[in-house]
């Protein structure tokens, strides 16, 4: 496909979604309703959807899409491995954590510890704290391999503290819920507080990651490579970590965990239109937030409460399977 | 034993040393009875004839949920309990925490503490682990499984079983009776009152519909789930959007008073204008939860919320 399409498409896409995300729900409303609630209508039942419930949700679900498929990008070309994604460092298994830890220790310090600046709190700090220590791991030697394995061990160290917590908390239905569907990820009940949250920090942090795309491609070729062609790859690498440290953490912290946005979006996108990355950075930010208001739309039509991370990775999972399959 | 009753004479001839014995004519058979070692004797066969009735009841009794604790705690003399379930002692998830004090506690739910305590029964409700109602079966305790409790009357029949299981069938219907009065009498209270439009919140995503221990609750109350009314069944995931046109009098939540810092947090409760209005009540978890008869506290808890009126 022409990469001269593909903003128009992406923007006409992601409209559509959006849209979509504000005018279906359980309740049945017009568009004329739907506008009215976004302007001045008196209809005080629409303007309370559409304004305080189906508009966060949808910026929140834009926003954690982004974040997502921006980070997968960055995994990816860190690693120089197509099958990297944004959990692969421990960075979504920390954020587990913390926002478990919260959510587990509410009981026993009154419900004022879960508040919810708490959770996404913790979530953000618990993030951090997994990279930090993948680095910090990592340290001696660097090298990616190094990294990737770090990854792996603490991402299963990190797993097993989620499992203990949701162990000891199984007495307490609710919490133990909370956890569960915390674990699934979802963007119901998502309200202006998660907006503000999450939505000011995830774009600055796909602001500053967009100029990097000419040094991704260039990383792509190799360290060595990039250094002699005047890349600073340690400065390169430490920014992208950064980056998409604070991309995957904060769309945790808001949304849980959802996953396969990161690994699939820019995959399509890369079959799609190619494989430069300043083009496949914003074309996955666009895309991911495509992808993921997209599934909320199906977590909404269906009932029993289907999750969004099953929606993802129902979606997400046997994509994954054939790409593995693919012949090469 | 066929000389029982008859006086032996032992006689012994001094010249030829030979020992006869003759028996004296028959005594009453009192005299018998009267004679000490003989009165032991029959004491030692009335206990052997009296004890296997004794040991048609259980004598420990081990309930493995919190549920079961609370029927049992009502129908069984002290001696037949030889433990509660593993959360017995907790305020937080039983309504009789206090009572249950006095009794040893399982250390877990499994099957090998409830075993520690050689039970002759252990009582356990239907979502009890089914590998654990598989080991207790295996290793051979005589278990009640109680999986009926969505009504006061399925509660009345568990009680009725458990009464028989532990020959306490008279204190059942002692206990049924006094349930039934208070019922008859919250019922008198409430009669002819217009029916509060009620809903389950909580931070659970799920409501409670029909079929559920909610419905029973509101159906004593005075209440009208309007989550029923809608076609819910069950525990079904809450509905964000259109609580707001289901025209919600009185949030219901389960638990303390910070439910409600909890229930802000959630866009769809606190746009409803019970909410912003207060009109939220808290039952306490563990009698919102129970599935005993204690669950009638929680229908005069909430009846006295909903209608103050009739109850000054």
Known sequence: MKPRLAVPLLLALLALTFLASLAFGELRLS???????????????????????????????????????????VMQAFFRNPLASPGLLGVSSGGALGAVAVLATGPLFG??????????LASVVGAFAATGMVLMLAQRGAGTERLLLSGVALNALLGAGTSFLLTTTAGHFEVNAQILFWLMGGLESRSWEHVWMGVPAILAACLLLLPLGRAMDLLSLGEQSAQSLGVDVRRLRRQLIVLSTILTALATAVAGIVGFVGLVVPHILRLAFGPDHRRLLPYSMLGGAIFLLACDLVTRTFPLGLRLGVVTALIGGPFFLWLLRRPR | MANLGRKQIHHEDRKTGRRTIDQSPLTPWWSFCLRRESFFRILVCLLFAVLPLNAAHPQRVVSQAVGTDELLLALADPGQIAALSHISHDPQ???????????????DSDAESVLRFRPDLVLAASFTRPETLALLRRAGVRLVVLDRYDTLEDIYASLRVLGRELGQEARAETVIAQCRARTGALAARLSGVKPVRVISAGVYPFTSGAGTTFQDLCDHAGALNVATEAGLKGHAPTPSEKLLVWN?????????????????????????PAFKAGRVVIIPGPMMSSISHHRIAAYEALARALHPERFR
């Open chain 2, 93 to 107: 998830f039983s309504p009789v925490a206090a009572e249950a004090r006095r009794f040893p506690a399982l250390k």
């Open chain 1, 111 to 120: 419900f004022a510890a879960a508040t919810m600046w708490a959770l996404p």
């Open chain 1, 31 to 73: 568009f004329a309703q739907v506008l009215g609630a976004l302007t001045n209508g008196t209809d005080e039942v629409a303007r309370t959807v559409v304004r305080d419930f189906r508009l966060p949700r949808a910026l929140v679900g834009l926003a954690v899409g982004a974040a997502l498929g921006a980070s997968g990008v």
């Open chain 2, 248 to 272: 919600i009098e009185v949030l219901v939540a389960s638990g303390d008073e910070r439910i409600r810092g909890r229930l802000a947090e959630i866009p769809h409760y606190r746009a409803l």
